[in-house]
């Protein structure tokens, strides 16, 4: 009998055009939503403004809102040149936020396809063939510089197209992208420091979060930028002031960095062993309190991320609240604002910015239940079930965590909004209202979580994805696109309206479709094999 040795691979990047291909047809389907709607915004953003917007005078009053800290923080700085330009206005109002998706885009991507392979014990079987060592880090970077590509390249055709110019359009796409392949590096590097997965995403999610605040406190200092600004990669994407005066070498800065962060993973990942970290692990701890059952194991786990999110949302809370006094004063020389606040008053505003605080927890309260998903793929639910757990606790469990870190975010998001308009307006009871006003949300969230568990016993967590963007949409295109009054009451989030009016009657229906959904997934979920 003869055996056959595998060929040692000539290269440490051996491999590596395979596991490229390998990616993105697994992630073909994901990559191509990611793309689509971060395009539509290119399409939708500006012309979103026009619609509300029209005249030079309104522009103005909207350009002044946004030139508070609060409208700084959540937008850009202000360069002095021709601001109510309406891509001058596009580039202040819209990199952030798209840089901030991008940039998650490409955490979650090299994390899929580094850390969290090796944990589920995938990347064994890769690295059982013939494969160079840095060939699974080399792919999955090489999948985020191409991707980020992609994207500068259709974000660039979506928004010249409606009439941009195409040097200063292509800027600004590039700088999104150059900051987002930054972030994907860095989360490669992280994926060398440490062994869990989660941890390395919460790692890499934290600085994206410092680099946010970094930015935007440098910019209050100096509404054009100032040296604590440029502590920031952000600003550097920012800096290059497209449509203002535009300059290419802050690019260079990005690109710099990137590859930086490239040479120091390989670097790192020469000196640690397969599914070990270049940072030891903390031990057991030998006076630690014991877990409570599958519902105290599941809020241990998500606690880490459920803290990063309550703070991220108190945050945002409190910028949102603290705009209310500017919105108010803007409303005078605008009137759009003007006809909305007479019709809804200043409650409509409250409600809106809950309603946005809201959505961004549906995508925590997702993240939550699918986990479940991913701990099949793992193997860890298959040695969870195999004791006393039945798979209904397994379920629910995550549902109730998920709920329980759901209300914990929406009490902090509401704090914060109560926080920002109570003390720029005076009223500090508002404080309190607002929290409550957070609190009436949770029966949404028990909607959008019950959806996640019929996702995951159908073993298509996309649906879930698929819930929160749908909220999403409903709640900043359902106008612009005309969609249909009965298909935009259909979110649940859009259907609750704290603290303008709270309806017992549709939280109640809300609460009971819930329940009967998770009825509904905890059958199928009994009923079909665990892997």
């Not at 012309?47 to 029209?54: E, M, R, S, W």
């Not at 059982?128 to 699974?136: E, L, N, P, T």
Request: charged letters at 10%; a positive charge.
């Amino acid at each position: 009998m003869t055996t056959t040795a595998t060929a040692p691979a000539t290269s440490s990047l051996t491999g590596t055009a395979t596991l490229v291909r390998f990616a993105l047809r697994r992630d073909r389907i994901r990559l191509a939503v990611w793309v689509s709607v971060l395009t539509l915004m290119m399409v939708y953003a500006p012309n979103a403004i026009k619609l509300a917007y029209p005249d030079e005078a309104q522009r103005q009053a909207r350009v002044n809102l946004l030139k508070t800290p609060a409208g700084i923080m959540l937008g850009g700085p202000m360069f002095g040149g021709n601001e109510t330009d309406l891509g001058v206005m596009m580039a202040n109002e819209l990199t952030l936020t798209l840089i901030v998706a991008a940039s998650i885009l490409a955490i979650q991507t090299v994390v899929r396809h580094t850390r969290a392979e090796e944990e589920s014990g995938a990347a064994e079987l890769v690295l059982s063939s013939i494969v160079g060592r840095h060939a699974r880090t080399g792919a999955a970077l090489i999948v985020v510089v191409l991707v980020n590509a992609v994207l500068a390249m259709t974000m660039t055709i979506a928004m010249a197209a409606t009439g941009f110019a195409v040097a200063d359009t292509a800027a600004m796409c590039l700088g999104i992208t150059a900051v987002a392949t930054v972030f994907g590096a860095l989360a490669a590097l992280s994926a060398q420091l440490w062994r869990q997965a989660r941890t390395v995403t919460g790692a890499a999610m934290a600085a994206l979060a410092a680099a946010v605040l970094v930015r935007g406190a440098g910019d209050v200092i100096d509404n054009s930028g100032s040296v604590l600004s440029w502590f920031s990669p952000i600003a550097w994407a920012q800096q290059m002031r497209p449509f203002v005066a535009l300059r290419w070498w802050p690019l260079a800065l990005l690109a710099a960095l990137a590859v930086a962060l490239a040479a120091a993973t390989l670097a790192l990942e020469n000196r640690r062993q397969y599914d070990d970290g270049v940072l030891a692990s903390s031990g057991e701890r030998s006076k630690a309190r014991p877990v409570g059952g599958v519902f105290g194991l599941q809020l241990v786990i998500q606690r880490g991320s459920t803290v990063g999110w309550a703070i991220g949302l108190l945050i945002a809370g409190a910028a949102f609240g603290s705009m209310t006094k500017s919105l108010l004063d803007a409303a005078s020389g605008n009137q759009l604002l003007a006809r909305v606040l007479s019709a809804q008053g200043t409650d409509g505003v409250y409600t809106t910015m809950t309603q946005f605080l809201a959505a961004a927890t549906t995508a925590y309260v997702v993240s939550v239940v699918v986990r479940l998903h991913r701990d099949e793929e793992s193997g860890i639910g298959e040695a969870v079930l195999a004791g006393s757990v039945s798979r209904w606790r397994w379920l629910l469990s995550a549902v109730g965590a998920a709920l329980t870190g759901g209300a914990v975010l929406l009490a902090c998001a509401g704090l914060g909004n109560g926080l920002g308009a109570g003390l720029t307006l005076g009223e500090p009871h508002i404080i309190v209202r607002l929290t409550l006003a957070a609190l009436a949300f949770l029966p949404a969230m028990a909607v959008v979580a019950s959806v996640a568990a019929l996702a995951v016993a159908l073993r298509h967590p996309g649906i879930g994805w698929l819930a929160v963007t749908f909220v999403v949409c409903a709640l900043y295109l359902g106008a612009l696109l005309r969609l249909p009054r009965w298909l935009i009451d259909a979110s649940p989030v859009g259907r609750t309206t704290a603290p303008s009016s709270i309806s017992v009657v549709t939280l109640a229906v809300m609460v009971v479709i819930a329940v009967a959904v998770t009825l509904a997934a905890g059958v199928v979920y009994r009923r079909r094999d665990v892997v």
